[in-house]
């Protein structure tokens, strides 16, 4: 006994948690031999009675080992595939949500179906998370058959598809689709004016793949759905033509008392800032382009909006490159994910900086935008009630999914053991030397029949050595942002002998790199044909050569400013328990060792003399390395996290708004609601000109005039005097009187049409409204966010200033709501009404709700 006590407390945590779950895979172990002995349709009949048994008081965590042991059997009889052990605690993991660390290669797609069905059972919806359309269809067509033959529905939510064909998927029990397919969704959802018209139901249980990828390096960039504004395309090519006269300080002189130069350029911040020479240079161009007078000042209120414009168009020019950060492609500007190397359709940068790029590369300029709804990655999955991911690659990042998500990460062991051989890196004095050598890298690969995968960090990268390949006859493809179509086959035949890959970025990637190659168009045939053919002996033939040769050999041209993407890369190799090995060039000119990485390095280098194509490889200069790289993450982590504190501000006030939304598109009866608003708004209005106890004739005039023009009191409140002279001595019993008869004469004209015509015209009013206001104040925010900093030269906390400030803003947002909704209806019942009424009965009559919606439109005065 004491001895196990002893070998626990020597466990590390992770080991821990896997020692205590192997007890359930032993179960589900067991379980085995009954099942086998069920015919398809005693198996398929058991998802009954997982659900009879669940409205019975089961748990999922009790079902557990008969539910993961009958999709194992249903995937042996489908797939011809068993999961493996590791595979089955992968599977719980997930189940129980947590991070689940899985190498690549491992059956990461496979190990999903195991919590999907089971969480699926309750009823409430499966979302499985990919990185893209591609792998959302795929794994959805993959795993359909294994799920329909349980008894289980499947959908998938790609962008493109329709609004019916968007609720059929949200209404299956499993759901494959994008992140921001499903963060678009929930925003359009909450943007609705009936439940008809939404495709979302309860976010029960998202299962995010690549993890990693999607909660913590897109995180950094909010969801936004925008609307065109005033057309500005002549400002952004008349501050880019300005660009030229500004000149950028020396690189080795970037301090802010340096007197040459207009402006400096922060690249670890990937911030511009004009010095004050530069700003008296662009007070004097603007004042020459006739932007301002020669008397106008640029630090007036009207002309702050200048500076922002000259410093987009000085990061288009200086910070944000073609063929790394972004593509031009039919005359437009294509963003290029900086992680995975994929082209981002119909993403825009915002705040203007799209089109100062566009102005940069002169193609068309399309319209400014503002924001009319948004959230954040971290809050939209935080509104799951349940979450958990997959990744080969998360370890790294354990700490921010533990204190942002409240995700645990567990390290699964891989299947077989890992021989892959990762070696030192090689540091080398300039890229000239370091581009050389992974030339003679690759020669020597290619001559000994081993395939090679070269992983670069922009597009740019990748067609430099592409070029030179080319030049010395070596075959080769090139996989990055403008092949992103070719993807699957090109990553499928990068096993084959001789192979040579140049990947950018390798995140997400979904295609295991198979030694010896598959064919995408005999996979299926592959997977169901158990006896030897052609096919087959031709594969294991090419497959014992690369073994022989050494497996699947990785470059990579630099390091990434995450270990986790490099980490991505080398896990390429050594899938399985297949030999390989990894090597990563380095040169002092590379922008992680020049911006983030030791003076002591360059300085270690100097010291003992290296010369010209010499390269150095050394474990003090690897650590150093990834303390660089750990510096990166840390300066990524905090950019993600003040993004997030920011946002809860918001997302505070953002569940207040879709809350109210909410219960105004399902209430049966909103006039109930609208009289207690106007009640609120007469008392505040009288209150303006009655106090205390005794009433004062000298301000009846003023108020009767101001309840004229707000709720259409024609009444003369001396007559109410006349009538009952006790309301001299009583004042709050004459505002119950003037309340009481605007509320009736209110209620009187909403019943001059139908009670479902005036509740559909109330209903409008306070959705259209509350929208209006809303996206106002979201775009007031970000303004405030954005200039916020300033406070922190009087001392202030910025985000104490802004919580405080947002907060007194949404409070204002609230009241001006309100009056507004009055002013609409009272507008719309009294002014016209006559002759509109049967205008709205006949819409409605037609169920023209579009029509109907844009005719309230009208109607409504916005004060």
């Not at 659900?51 to 042996?76: H, I």
């Not at 897109?218 to 065109?228: C, D, H, Y």
């Not at 825009?348 to 400014?368: C, M, P, T, Y």
Request: aromatic share 8%; glycine share 4%.
């Amino acid at each position: 006994m004491l001895g196990k006590i002893i070998n626990n407390f020597f466990l590390s945590r992770n080991e821990r948690i896997l020692k205590n779950l192997n007890e359930i895979v032993v179960k589900i172990n067991m379980l085995e031999k009954d099942l086998l002995q069920l015919t398809d349709y005693e198996l398929k009949k058991k998802t009954d009675e997982f659900k009879l048994r669940l409205k019975y008081g089961d748990t999922l965590d009790s079902l557990l080992p008969e539910a993961f042991s009958v999709v194992r059997e249903a995937s042996k009889r489908v797939f011809g595939m068993r999961h493996f052990d590791v595979q089955i605690l992968g599977g719980i993991i997930l189940h129980k949500q947590s991070i689940a660390e899985m190498r690549t290669g491992e059956g990461k797609t496979l190990t999903a179906t195991l919590p999907a069905y089971l969480n699926a059972l309750l009823g409430d919806g499966v979302h499985i998370v990919t990185m893209n359309d591609y792998l959302a269809n795929r794994d959805a067509n993959k795993n359909r058959v294994l799920f329909e033959f349980l008894g289980l529905s499947v959908g998938v939510n790609v962008s493109g598809i329709s609004q019916e064909d968007k609720k059929k998927a949200y209404l299956a029990d499993i759901t494959y689709g994008t992140n921001h397919e499903y963060g678009f969704d929930y925003l359009r959802d909450n943007m609705v004016f009936c439940n008809k018209q939404k495709v979302q139901r309860k976010l029960h249980f998202a299962l995010v793949d690549e993890v990693d990828s999607i909660l913590i390096d897109e995180a950094r960039t909010p969801l936004v759905i925008s609307g065109p504004i005033e057309n500005s395309d002549f400002l952004y090519q008349k501050i880019n033509s300005l660009v030229p006269y500004l000149i950028p300080k020396n690189k080795k002189n970037y301090t802010e008392t340096d007197k040459i130069g207009d402006f400096y350029i922060d690249y670890k911040q990937r911030q511009v800032h004009l010095t004050e020479i530069g700003l008296i240079k662009l007070e004097r161009l603007l004042v020459k382009h006739n932007f301002l007078s020669k008397s106008e000042s640029l630090y007036l209120s009207k002309n702050i909006f200048f500076i922002h414009h000259v410093l987009l168009a000085l990061k288009a020019h200086y910070i944000f490159l073609k063929n790394i950060d972004y593509l031009v492609q039919n005359n437009k500007i294509i963003i290029v994910d900086e992680h995975t190397g994929r082209i981002m359709s119909g993403r825009r940068w915002s705040d203007g900086l799209h089109q100062a790029v566009e102005a940069k590369e002169k193609v068309l300029i399309h319209n400014d935008n503002q924001t009319l709804a948004s959230i954040t990655l971290q809050n939209y999955f935080r509104l799951y009630s349940k979450l958990s991911g997959m990744t080969g690659t998360a370890s790294t990042e354990a700490c921010e999914f533990n204190s942002i998500y409240n995700l645990d990460t567990v390290i699964i062991p891989t299947n077989k053991p890992m021989i892959r051989n990762d070696m030192s890196d090689l540091i080398y004095l300039s890229e000239f030397d370091k581009i050389n050598a992974i030339i003679s890298d690759i020669q020597d690969c290619v001559k000994r029949g081993q395939p090679v995968l070269v992983g670069t960090v922009s597009i740019e990268k990748s067609e430099k050595i592409s070029k030179i390949l080319k030049k010395i006859n070596i075959s080769h493809n090139v996989l990055n942002a403008k092949l992103h179509s070719k993807e699957a086959i090109i990553i499928s035949r990068a096993g084959e002998p001789k192979a040579v890959t140049i990947a950018t970025n390798m995140a997400g990637r979904g295609t295991d790199i198979v030694l010896g190659g598959i064919k995408l168009e005999t996979r299926k045939k592959q997977c169901i044909v158990n006896r030897k053919s052609v096919f087959q002996y031709s594969w294991n033939k090419k497959n014992h050569a690369v073994i022989k040769s050494g497996g699947l050999h990785i470059i990579g041209t630099e390091r990434h400013d995450s270990r986790r993407i490099d980490n991505q890369l080398r896990g390429r190799s050594g899938r399985q328990g297949d030999p390989g090995s990894s090597r990563f060039y380095l040169s002092l000119d590379d922008t992680l060792i020049r911006l983030f990485a030791s003076d002591n390095i360059i300085s270690f280098i100097k010291t003992i003399g290296m010369k010209k194509g010499q390269s150095i490889e050394h474990p003090w200069l690897n650590s150093a390395i990834e303390r660089a790289q750990k510096k990166v993450e840390n300066q990524n982590f905090d950019i993600r996290k003040q993004l997030l504190e920011y946002d809860n501000v918001i997302n505070e006030q953002r569940e207040v708004v879709y809350r109210e939304r909410n219960k105004l598109i399902n209430i049966s009866n909103i006039h109930d609601h609208i009289l207690k608003i106007l009640k609120d708004r007469i008392n505040f209005c009288i209150k303006q000109y009655i106090s205390g106890n005794t009433v004062n004739q000298d301000s009846f005039r003023s108020l009767e005039k101001e309840l004229k023009n707000n709720f259409y009191f024609i009444k003369s409140i001396n007559k109410f005097l006349e009538h009952d002279t006790t309301l001299y001595d009583n004042v709050d019993k004459l505002i119950d009187l003037i309340v009481t008869t605007i509320q009736f004469s209110y209620s009187k004209n909403t019943s001059l049409v139908s009670k479902k015509c005036s509740n559909m015209i109330e209903k409008s009013v306070m959705l259209q409204i509350l929208d209006i206001f809303w996206v106002e104040h979201l775009n007031s925010v970000d303004f405030l966010r954005q200039s916020i900093h300033l406070r922190g030269y009087a001392q202030q906390d910025p985000q104490q200033e802004y919580k405080r400030e947002s907060f007194f803003m949404f409070q204002s947002m609230l009241e001006s709501i309100k009056n507004n909704v009055i002013k609409s209806l009272v507008n719309i019942f009294y002014v016209d009404f006559e002759q509109k009424k049967n205008v709205y009965m006949n819409i409605i009559d037609r169920k023209d709700y579009n029509e109907f919606h844009l005719l309230i439109m009208k109607s409504i005065k916005i004060t």
